[in-house]
């Protein structure tokens, strides 16, 4: 095992060197560069000020050579300055936007699980219940509508219709990460229950989707399992339900599961960009946005970088889990 | 279940509040935003960006400032610079050319940076010899390259330009000239200067700019507040992302009517980047007003609609022209006849731009004829209007020799009159504006193939300078730019962009005139106001009639505010409500009306 481990680490170098070698061609052959946006709508740039700061911001130089340049830096801990935020790119994301970024999705994650996983349990175990369709409907439902629009209709009733019909005892504020004017000495339950009302909405909207995936995975894959000869054989041996259930059934149910969480996780720091617009959470999907849109190559590559080494960690954590949960797997 | 509900409740009562605002009841201002500024307070100006510019006026005093009506008035200087007073002087050569020309100002008594040190010519000289420095990356250096700064006494000193700068009498913040806090930037400087001076500016440029980087950040942004200011607020506190504080200035010198505490005495900030959410913030009351950067035409429409008293929508008429570039040179534009000032001409008159602007925009937004703000002394009152004439534009076309075939759709010699007509992918009102046009000149019997990109796409430099390759035949977008200090540059030929030049000009259309050079030339070193404005008569007159572009109209920038909130205004001369912050305030605290919002 220690063995496969090792190997496995190893053989993510060459990848995520070749990862970060086609992010960076692909984000530096987009059309447009940062100094084209200082040219646009300033009709005092002459051609000598357009060509000394594309010399300055490193843009004169061939794609091979700044990518050297990128690499050679990053492998010592520098990976450049951001434009776009006036900062290093580095601590700019890991120190603004990655803290946040983690208070949203963690707990999305976790809750999402807890609340998810007994739902699955409950609608497979009561196939074709009142609550499996319901269920199931919902999955759906949160499955197909946009989150942008649930998250826009969530605003709508949460920040302006229920304030209103009930002269402000029920509101929550409409995005943000917490009140600009929240003084600095409010205290812990002041500090903690204002971070709250910020974060409730994001957060759950953010859930939704996980449960309704989480939910339709560990019902398939528990279905599938309770049909298997080895429950019906664990049922005859007298076991209790309950033993055949959590013992039998959803240890062999949960592997897929396993896949699904370790993949959610690295997905979930880029893939939190649309609810992270909606309301206005300044976390680590929006900053690719907006490093994309305003050409920061530097936060691009640290932003997508680093979600590309949490994709490989996580699935060799994920591989690695499955033997502690599968006894029959084995990496030696 | 029971548990659920509970917790259900439990996390609706966090979420319970007052919905009241802060504003009024503690003399503060809530602002929302839809972009956030790199860096604020930046004397240089190394962004930018307008929404940059907007929040330093906060915290930055100008010598000489612009007001709504376009009036300059003095903020650190003690007058206003002009020939009359003789602090304005131009030095003619023997045939009558301006050679140079040179602004004398002295610095108020009482003007003080926030940590209560003088302001003093020092600050201005610090920021001419940073603005210089070739290591400096500043986007324009014009007309700061040449300038110099004389002392002639403690408070006062005088700034030459020679060759002569065209606006000298209008120094204010907008053509730079911003106050650097010296003492307090030097010895970061002086680390700045030592680590990059062995740099050659053209081989080490990247590690110069890095360099500089580190020294503004101290000084610029959330992680490295301005340390002092001169402007009437200072910053207090920024969450990267999410909102910046500013509170009131003791130091600041301009007391208003009543005195200051009467006035705001914190500004906050709201950073949200969907314009959607950005409409809630507005409905649900949490803001007190909207940057000029906020919602979009069509969602201020909407924001009009709901205001039931609580807040009011403004449309303010600016200075940013929407128009259509037209391809006027290369080959493809050839054989669709576009290098033909009659097809150019029919192609105007064969759209009703009033009805657009009044379908659109509820006739907020005011057809434009030239590319120069109706609100700009030079702009030309009775220039040429293409009011919407099918049948002049179908007679145009058939002398141009463009002939309706079976389909309708004008042809010559077997080639069909087909444009591809661009904007930018996802600006819905453009791309609502394109498809009126579309249908309008469908009527006329011109085919239209609407090929949109983002805007990062069509405003690189593999696109929009690209017109005489034939990227593009027709290309809708917006200039912006300060009324008060057009210069006519757009369209002389000297910005054409080419493969010479590495794409660098900015006049897309390659519109090349040799009479509008002529007198473009001339304007550029005409210093009698009234002549210049007989020089760009003649320029939007020769413009006018070979209609390298189409001009649609001038964008109205929509902000609201709640009522109550006196001197937040602005125009396209003062451009950003935060010209006049030290006045702003409540009219319930006291806080007295000096300008209302035209």
Redesign the interface.
């Known amino acids: 095992m220690l063995n496969y481990a090792l190997r496995r680490i190893l053989q993510m170098i060459p990848l995520l060197l070749v990862i970060s070698l086609v992010i960076f061609t692909l984000t530096a052959l ?4 940062p100094v ?12 000598d ?5 594309r ?4 843009l004169d130089q061939p794609i091979p050579l700044r990518y050297w ?1 990128w690499l050679t830096h990053a492998v010592q801990g520098d990976f ?8 290093p790119a580095a601590s ?1 994301v890991f120190q ?2 990655l803290p ?1 970024t983690l208070l949203l999705t963690l707990p999305a994650l976790i809750l999402s699980t807890l609340i998810a996983v007994p739902l699955g349990i409950f609608s497979a175990v009561r196939q074709y219940s009142f609550l499996d369709y319901l269920l199931t409907f919902f999955s759906f439902v949160s499955f197909s509508a946009p989150i ?1 629009w649930i998250g ?1 209709m969530a ?2 009733l ?3 219709y229920l ?1 209103q019909i009930t ?12 009140s ?2 929240l003084a600095p000495d409010a205290g812990f339950w002041a500090a903690l ?1 204002d971070k ?2 910020y974060l ?1 909405l994001p957060l759950s909207i953010l859930m939704l989707r996980e449960i309704a995936v989480i939910l339709r995975f560990l019902r398939a894959s528990m279905l599938e399992v309770l049909n298997q000869d080895f429950v019906r054989t664990a049922r005859a041996k007298g076991l209790s339900s309950r033993k055949v259930l959590y013992r039998h059934a959803l240890r062999n149910a949960v592997l897929p599961i396993v896949t699904l969480l370790g993949l959610s996780i690295p997905g979930l720091f880029g893939g939190a960009v649309l609810t992270e ?4 959470w ?1 976390g680590m999907g ?1 900053v690719i946005v ?1 490093a994309l ?1 305003s ?1 920061d190559f530097n936060v691009v590559m640290v932003a997508l970088t680093f979600i590309s080494v949490l994709t490989v960690v996580f699935q060799l954590l994920t591989d690695l889990a499955y033997a502690a949960i599968d006894p029959r797997i084995r990496y030696s | 279940m029971k548990k659920w509900l509970t917790l259900s409740v439990l ?2 009562g ?7 605002l ?1 504003g009024q009841a503690n003399n ?1 201002l ?1 602002i929302g935003t839809s972009q956030e500024p ?2 604020i307070n930046d004397p240089w100006r190394t ?2 960006l307008v929404i940059a510019t907007e929040i330093t006026w906060y915290m930055e005093a100008h010598l000489i400032g612009k007001d709504d009506n376009g009036e300059l008035y003095p903020e650190i200087a003690t007058r206003v610079p002009s020939l009359a007073n003789g602090d304005y002087k131009i030095v003619k050569d023997a045939k009558g050319n301006v050679i140079r020309n040179s602004v004398t100002f002295s610095i108020r008594k009482d003007a003080k940076w926030s940590d209560g040190t003088a302001i003093t010519p020092k600050d201005f000289q610090f920021w001419l010899k940073v603005e210089q420095d070739e290591r400096v ?1 500043v ?4 007309p700061w390259d040449k300038a110099k700064i004389t002392l002639q006494d403690a408070d006062t000193f005088t700034i030459t330009f020679d060759p002569p700068y065209l606006f000298a009498d209008q120094l204010t913040s907008a053509v730079g000239l911003n106050p650097a806090p010296s003492a307090a930037m030097e010895k970061a400087w002086s680390a700045f200067d030592a680590a990059t001076k062995n740099l050659d500016p ?1 081989t080490g ?2 590690q ?3 360099e500089w ?2 020294f ?2 101290q000084f ?4 490295g507040l301005p340390k002092v200011v001169s402007g009437p607020f200072k910053p207090t ?1 920024w ?7 500013l509170t009131r200035n003791p130091n600041y010198w301009l007391t208003p009517k009543g005195g200051a505490d009467k006035y705001i005495q914190s500004v ?1 900030y ?5 314009t ?2 950005l409409k ?2 507005i ?2 009351g ?1 803001l007190d007003a909207l940057s000029y950067v906020g919602l979009s035409f069509d969602q201020a429409i909407e924001a009009q609609r709901s205001e039931r008293g609580k807040y009011k929508t403004y449309f303010v008429p600016g200075a940013t022209w929407e128009h259509v570039d037209i391809a006027n040179v290369g080959a493809r534009a050839q054989s669709l006849g576009l290098n033909d000032k009659r097809v150019r001409q029919a192609l105007m008159y064969s759209i009703d731009r009033a009805a657009l602007v009044k379908a659109l925009f509820e006739g907020k937004q005011p057809v434009s004829n030239t590319w120069v703000s109706p609100i700009s002394k030079l702009y030309q009152k009775n220039a040429k209007d293409y009011n919407f004439d099918a049948a002049k534009a179908k007679a145009l076309f058939a002398a141009a020799g463009w002939k309706p075939g079976s389909d309708g759709i004008l042809a010559k010699d077997g080639k069909k009159m087909s444009l591809n007509f661009t904007t930018t992918a996802g600006n819905k009102l453009r791309e609502r504006v394109q498809q009126i046009l579309q249908a309008q000149w469908k009527a006329v019997g011109v085919d239209i193939n609407i090929q949109n990109f983002p805007s ?2 069509v ?5 929009a300078p690209r017109s005489a390759e034939g990227k593009w035949d027709l290309f809708m977008y917006a ?3 300060d009324p008060s200090v057009e ?1 006519g ?2 369209w002389a030929s000297q ?1 054409i962009p080419s493969k010479d ?2 794409y ?3 006049n897309y259309p390659n519109f090349k005139d040799a009479d509008y050079d002529k007198i473009w030339n001339d304007a550029k070193t005409e210093f009698d106001l009234s002549a210049r404005v007989k020089l760009f008569d003649k320029m939007q007159s020769i413009w006018t009639d070979e209609v390298p572009s189409l001009p649609l109209y001038f964008r109205a920038n929509p902000y609201t505010k709640v009522p109550g909130l006196v001197n937040y205004t602005y125009t396209a001369y003062s451009l950003y409500p935060s010209w006049n912050a030290a006045q702003m305030g409540w009219a319930s605290r006291g806080a007295v009306e000096t300008f209302t919002q035209k």
Do not use: H, M
């Open positions: 987009q059309p447009g560069d084209d946006q200082l040219v646009l709508g300033n009709s005092q740039i002459t051609p000020d357009i060509a000394r700061l010399a300055a911001y490193g340049f450049g300055w951001s434009r776009t935020f006036s900062a700019y603004e936007r946040n942008f826009a605003l709508w949460f920040a302006i304030p002269n402000g005892v029920i509101s929550l504020p409409p995005g943000g990460l917490g600009p004017d229950t709250l009302r409730i617009t909606v309301f206005s300044p929006r907006e849109t050409k | 996390l609706l966090a979420g319970v509040v007052s919905s009241a802060a503060s809530v790199p860096n962004n930018n990356p986007p324009a250096r014009e053209k440029a990247k110069i700019t890095d980087n580190k503004i950040a610029t942004t959330s992680r506190a969450r990267a992302g999410n909102s910046l504080v906050q709201r950073f949200i980047a969907d959607n959410t809630v913030n409905l649900s949490q990062t796409v405003f690189s430099g593999d696109f200039w912006s730019n210069r540059d757009l910005f030049n590495a660098a000009g900015q």
